[in-house]
């Protein structure tokens, strides 16, 4: 029996092996570039480093593998988080960016391209900006009057002895502008640093064990901030069965992925260099590439890459579509047992049926939700005199209808250092950068007269307590976009003091109580649709069931490896929306889709593949002929303007519009199921491979996502023309009363008409009334 180590220790010699080689690494990068410049440009070739994880390496044989072939990438600070350029104020400020190496790779080399300008007024002798890693000083920038007021482009040299697996770049600036005394936050001293800087990394691979325990590893690693680009593999003609697997699949690995995103394509019967995902079941698999083992059941084993053996293959088998399916279900959720190079007849236990927006990365409908399910007690808490932002992601269901409402309740409780007497700090409450409201933030009892209110809060605290506070307000649901972000800023004041007397106190603490909670269950779902917005933001109507258990992908009957990596890559992103695998979502060819014809449909292909686009051209908004495209659009102005200042002519309000292009183009549209007028169409066509590549890029750039709207957005590499289209129709439901003044709301003559028959009902009441009263009166007399 072979003997296996255990995991801990597996991770525990990898790390070593890790270190070891960087150190070696870098040692070679010193004397290489000490005999020729530009050795690093030109490597030689050497043995990969392939030894087993199992046997711990001696240091001769690290320095005899550590020349793997190298690479070279770089993020930039808006790809690692950092939303919007940002400036350093005051004699000592420091801004962090964090940034993580994957466990697959040692780093060899790191440089960072600063984009920064700062304050003519500094003193050259006094002032610098500190570069630190992990906080190790790596690097000092002076700041010279030469260059002070312009933009600037520095390269800095990090040593990757420093670099870690999770790391924090920090910007330290210390400014000064004056020999005497100074004011600390004087207007004078400034940094601005540009989110466009970066930072390069140059990595050599490293093996690992084949073990399912690892995973997800090495097929994604969470310290890895780039986009996942996963290939699958299939056979020469894989059936709906296998595609429903690998959608399962993918949808896991774009949950995993996140706000990296994540793309899959697929290859039929090649094995790209690289990890690879590979589905087979005893009749439909690759032929001639892998020795598959023989399937007893449903089946995940991890192998090494028969090609190059530093990459490696999951493997995800059964001898059906049926065993498949549980597999790639089994691996999706997470199911205990998957350890080893093999697992067989992997069992699933009966899963709990879904219900409406129950998705894991949603916010709850039927309750209020309290900011510590959100977020994290440290990302909760801040400290400093000028603190970072409290940050909340959120994703709400696109089709929460707010007409008339004041907002969404939010009960909001909180905690600071209080101020030393009374002055200007307050808590700014912020939705994706857009002001909601404020609150003071108040002195200590004593320090000023406070109202009862506040006296009662605080007179249980004492001095070096934190202060409470508790505020309700409403938020405006307009700001609450599908994809939201919370932010809480405690601005605290800098008490002046005078002249030579003012001293940084950076003391302070505050934080939001995990105990606040947001609630939406008050407002019904209603949406008018098509509405390709909440298509690209959230993967709706799709993503209403978690696991698209009412959704079907109607692939062309004859479906390319192209369009089968664009079905996998939406499959990520659904994953990535709700939070969970899409085990229950269905996928059929167009000359089957009758059968789903009780479910929302997915609907993919080119023009001259997908036989449903000529099938159903009356019933959309958009046709392809060629290179002709077609679109019937409404009118705007008779839509959207008052009815007393719409046109008064008898001319149509829709028009038809042919155009003829020869570029690149992707349409994603919306339209009524001519299946089930309860259901719903997504469109997303493309005849070429560009215009598919563009589409997938579209919907993974946060920059173009907000610009896909209405019923039909034509897409052109970052450009998006959105179009509403003719019919539009309503999914959802209202209580009686809300939906009886949402009618009335909307058409005019309909509100007062009803005005009119009322008044003659209540007229026709009282006369029989008061007839009756006069009948009484003279039957008196």
């Not at 800095?156 to 910007?171: E, G, H, K, M, T």
């Not at 080893?340 to 899963?351: E, H, I, M, P, R």
């Not at 007839?771 to 008196?780: E, I, L, M, V, Y």
């Amino acid at each position: 029996m072979k003997h296996t180590r255990p995991v801990s220790e597996y991770k525990g010699i990898f790390m070593f092996k890790r270190q070891l080689l960087a150190a070696v690494m870098f040692g070679a990068a010193v004397a290489t570039t000490s005999m020729a410049p530009d050795a690093w440009a030109q490597p030689k070739k050497s043995k990969s480093l392939l030894t087993e994880v199992a046997e711990t390496p001696t240091a001769a044989a690290v320095a005899s593998a550590a020349t793997p072939q190298q690479r070279t990438y770089g993020f930039t600070f808006k790809q690692l988080g950092v939303t919007q350029s940002f400036q350093l104020r005051g004699i000592d400020s420091i801004y962090s960016v964090p940034f993580s190496i994957p466990a697959d790779e040692v780093v060899t080399g790191v440089k960072i391209k600063l984009d920064f300008s700062y304050s003519p007024s500094l003193l050259t002798n006094l002032s610098h900006l500190k570069i630190m890693l992990n906080g190790e000083v790596a690097q000092t920038i002076p700041l010279p009057k030469e260059t002070a007021g312009t933009a600037l482009i520095r390269e800095i040299a990090i040593d990757p002895r420093l670099v870690s697996d999770f790391n924090q770049l920090s910007l330290q600036f210390i400014g000064h502008y004056t020999l005497d005394c100074e004011d600390p936050f004087h207007s004078s001293l400034w940094m601005n640093v540009s989110n466009l800087s970066s930072v390069h990394f140059t990595v050599a691979p490293l093996s690992v064990v084949n073990d399912l325990a690892l995973l997800p590893g090495p097929f994604f690693d969470r310290r890895d901030g780039r986009r996942l680009e996963r290939p699958f593999v299939f056979g020469a003609n894989p059936s709906v069965a296998t595609l429903e697997a690998a959608g399962i699949v993918a949808s896991w690995f774009g949950d995993l992925a996140s706000y990296r995103g994540a793309w899959f394509p697929a290859h039929l019967n090649r094995l790209p260099n690289d990890n690879l995902v590979v589905f087979a079941t005893s009749d439909d698999r690759p032929q001639g590439l892998l020795n598959l083992p023989t399937i007893n059941g449903p089946t995940v084993s991890v192998v090494p890459h028969p090609v190059d053996p530093r990459f490696k293959v999951l493997l995800v088998m059964g001898r059906d579509g049926t065993e498949l399916r549980t597999a790639a279900t089994s691996l999706g959720l997470g199911k205990p047992g998957l350890a080893g190079q093999t697992v067989s007849s992997v069992k699933l236990d009966n899963l709990k049926p879904r219900v409406p927006y129950d998705a894991p990365r949603w916010l709850p409908s039927d309750r209020a939700v309290k900011f510590g399910e959100l977020a994290t007690l440290q990302d909760l808490n801040v400290r400093g005199l000028t603190p970072d932002l409290v940050r909340l992601n959120m994703t709400t269901p696109p089709d929460l209808f707010a007409w008339n409402s004041p907002g969404v309740p939010v009960n909001l409780k909180y905690r600071y250092t209080p101020r030393p007497k009374p002055d200007k700090s307050n808590l700014n409450v912020l939705v994706n950068d857009k002001y909601v409201t404020s609150f003071p933030l108040l002195a200590y009892p004593g320090s000023s007269a406070p109202d009862s209110v506040v006296a009662g809060l605080v007179a249980k605290f004492g001095p070096g307590d934190l202060m409470p506070g508790q505020a309700s307000f409403h938020m405006p649901l307009v700001h609450l976009r599908s994809r939201s972000q919370m932010q809480f800023h405690f601005n605290f004041d800098y008490p002046k003091e005078g002249a030579c007397r003012d001293v940084v106190l950076d003391n302070m603490r505050a934080a939001v109580d995990p105990e606040s909670a947001i609630d939406i269950s008050s407002f019904p779902h209603y949406i008018k649709m098509p509405d390709v917005s909440a298509f690209a933001n959230t993967g709706f109507p799709f993503t209403r069931m978690a696991d698209l258990s009412e959704t079907a992908v109607v692939m062309p009957d004859s479906y390319s490896s192209g369009d089968i990596g664009t079905y996998l890559t939406l499959m990520g992103r659904m994953g990535q929306s709700t939070g969970l695998p899409v085990y229950g979502v269905s996928v059929t060819r167009a000359a089957d889709v009758q059968k789903v014809a009780d479910r929302d449909i997915l609907l993919l292909g080119g023009p001259a593949t997908q036989p449903l686009f000529k099938d159903w051209a009356k019933s959309m908004p958009f046709s392809a002929d060629g290179e002709t495209r077609a679109f019937s659009l409404t009118d705007l102005r008779r839509k959207y303007l008052p009815w007393y200042e719409a046109p008064k002519d008898d001319k149509p309000s829709t028009v038809n519009l042919s155009a003829v292009t020869l570029a690149r183009e992707a349409v994603v549209f919306g339209f009524q199921s001519p299946l089930n007028s309860s259901r719903s169409v997504v469109a997303l066509t493309s005849d070429r491979t560009t215009g598919q590549a563009d589409l997938l890029n579209a919907l993974m750039d946060d920059d173009v996502v907000p610009k896909i709207q209405g019923g039909i957005s034509v897409i052109r590499g970052k450009d998006v023309d959105a179009m509403e289209g003719v019919s539009t129709y309503y999914i959802g439901s209202l209580p009686p009363l809300l939906a009886v003044r949402w009618a009335l709301s909307n058409n005019i003559w309909m509100a007062a008409l009803l005005i009119v028959l009322v008044a003659i009902i209540l007229a026709g009441v009282f006369y029989t009334l008061l007839r009756r009263q006069a009948g009484k009166r003279s039957g008196g007399k």
